[in-house]
T-cell receptor
Framework: NAGVTQTPKFRVLKTGQSMTLLCAQDMNHEYMYWYRQDPGMGLRLIHYSVGEGTTAKGEVPDGYNVSRLKKQNFLLGLESAAPSQTSVYFC?????????????FGPGTRLTVT | AQSVTQLDSQVPVFEEAPVELRCNYSSSVSVYLFWYVQYPNQGLQLLLKYLSGSTLVESINGFEAEFNKSQTSFHLRKPSVHISDTAEYFCAVSDRSGGSYIPTFGRGTSLIVHP
């Protein structure tokens, strides 16, 4: 059981470039989430998904897009990267079946936009 | 909307001393409560959770937290900390009334244990 994995672990982009972050989970969880973590700001929810083919905006969705074509994968896209998107990105997943929503987190992707 | 306040951004403490990390949330409706721990350069891991029943919950490594509904608090405590407890700690709250259960996180408290 790998749990939640994220690809890549590190990335440096120039302003205006695009990229996709991949999150994969092997726990058959219905819910998946993308967060960004910045110093002193805690975790802020970017987008989330409650099932295959569905996505919803979180607290800070601007500049990001997501897709959930398969239940086990959740992609986060940056179409035109900006320095303000320099951050550590975490993916998480949780089960909707048991009535409680403990989240399982990936190891993070450290993104620097220059 | 739910909000979560962790009153201390940083808590320095000496090894073997007791510690309390404070967490308050805004809404008193039915909630699930969580503490997560993040060690350097890692993702978050669940430390303990309150779902229902006994208001005092414990983790396997000696931490405990008490749900106080009247004060809307879920403070984390440990009677004697170890160097290895140095980490970032996040309080999270899921609102059971809204149906979506999307958790709200606090800004985190950095626990620094000195020898």
């Amino acid at each position: 059981n790998a749990g939640v994995t994220q690809t890549p672990k590190f990335r440096v982009l120039k302003t205006g470039q695009s990229m996709t972050l991949l999150c994969a989970q092997d726990m058959n969880h219905e819910y998946m989430y993308w967060y960004r973590q910045d110093p002193g700001m805690g975790l802020r929810l970017i987008h989330y998904s409650v099932g295959e083919g569905t996505t919803a905006k979180g607290e800070v969705p601007d500049g990001y897009n997501v897709s959930r074509l398969k239940k086990q994968n959740f992609l986060l896209g940056l179409e035109s990267a900006a320095p303000s998107q320099t951050s550590v990105y975490f993916c998480a997943s949780s089960s909707a079946g048991t009535g409680f929503y403990e989240q399982y987190f990936g190891p993070g992707t450290r993104l620097t936009v220059t | 909307a739910q909000s979560v306040t962790q009153l201390d951004s940083q808590v320095p403490v000496f090894e073997e001393a007791p510690v309390e990390l404070r967490c308050n949330y805004s809404s008193s409706v039915s909630v699930y409560l969580f503490w997560y721990v993040q060690y350097p350069n890692q993702g978050l891991q669940l430390l303990l959770k309150y779902l229902s029943g006994s208001t005092l919950v414990e983790s396997i490594n000696g931490f405990e937290a008490e749900f106080n509904k009247s004060q809307t608090s879920f403070h984390l405590r440990k009677p004697s900390v170890h160097i290895s407890d140095t980490a970032e700690y996040f309080c999270a709250v899921s609102d059971r009334s809204g149906g979506s259960y999307i958790p709200t996180f606090g800004r985190g408290t950095s626990l620094i244990v000195h020898p």
